[in-house]
């Protein structure tokens, strides 16, 4: 007797389990692919850039000074890129201190992440209805200004995230500070703070007055826009809010 050469056709029930079978599969090669990718980022950011140099070594140049000079070329402006690093002890304490109180009074207490100022931030944000107030540390805008871009999208942000934990596990305090008073913007291509003692004052970053020091400190959320030596408006109001604290403290006492 002949068998039928006829294929037994699957049933409704084991195709259906067949395809669940698949979509498993499928869902589990990629998480398996996801995992290795992020382990593979994270294992890149844990060893480039070399941070640790950074112990002995001054930075030439950062990413944000290139990104600027790159958008100068591309407007058309003309600008002259000030830049000298100099030592901690070539920065009056006036202008530490100053830009500690503006920027992160937490600064040699915490790990590179204020988490209070954090969750300070958050809530006045959901107040507002908008990313408006931010919390970053020293540390964290040290990082953001050697290493990185301005966009805002999570990779960048895991990247800083890294960065200033490696900065804050391969540097001092004092090589950070000195670092970030050495880089951070002070005026349209004007970068640290020897540059900005002599293009807005006229001295030298040693030589900065109490006065100064707030009065430069108080621009810094937007040093391309706003002058140190303005009056009137919010800066005038912070640079002074900032010299209350600093006389309170004894600084303009001491430093004068």
Do not use: C
């Amino acid at each position: 007797m002949k068998r039928s050469s006829r294929k037994t056709k699957k049933r409704p029930a084991q195709r259906r389990r067949t395809g669940r079978l698949s979509l498993a599969g499928l869902a589990w090669r990629g998480a398996a692919l996801v995992l290795l990718l992020a382990a593979g980022f994270l294992a890149w950011n844990l060893v480039w850039p070399p941070v640790g140099r950074l112990s002995r070594h001054n930075p030439a140049t950062t990413a944000f000074m290139q990104a600027q000079q790159e958008a100068w070329a591309d407007s058309g402006a003309r600008r002259k890129l000030r830049h000298r690093h100099v030592p901690l002890g070539s920065i009056s304490p006036n202008l530490q201190q100053a830009v500690l109180i503006a920027e992160d009074d937490k600064f040699f207490s915490h790990e590179g992440f204020d988490y209070d100022m954090m969750a300070q931030a958050m809530e006045r944000n959901l107040e507002a209805g908008r990313m408006r107030y931010g919390a970053s540390t020293l540390t964290q805008q040290l990082a953001k200004n050697l290493y990185l871009s301005s966009s805002k999208n999570l990779l960048r942000k895991a990247r800083e995230v890294i960065l200033t934990w490696r900065l804050e596990q391969s540097l001092s305090k004092q090589r950070i500070l000195e670092l970030y008073l050495n880089v951070v913007e002070w005026g349209p291509g004007v970068f640290g703070a020897e540059a900005a003692a002599r293009y807005h004052f006229g001295v030298a970053a040693s030589q900065l007055s109490p006065e100064q020091a707030a009065r430069l400190a108080a621009i810094l959320p937007n040093p391309d826009q706003w002058n140190p030596k303005a009056d009137s408006g919010y800066v005038a109001q912070r640079w002074r809010q900032i010299y209350r604290v600093m006389q309170k403290r004894g600084w303009g006492k001491v430093w004068r």
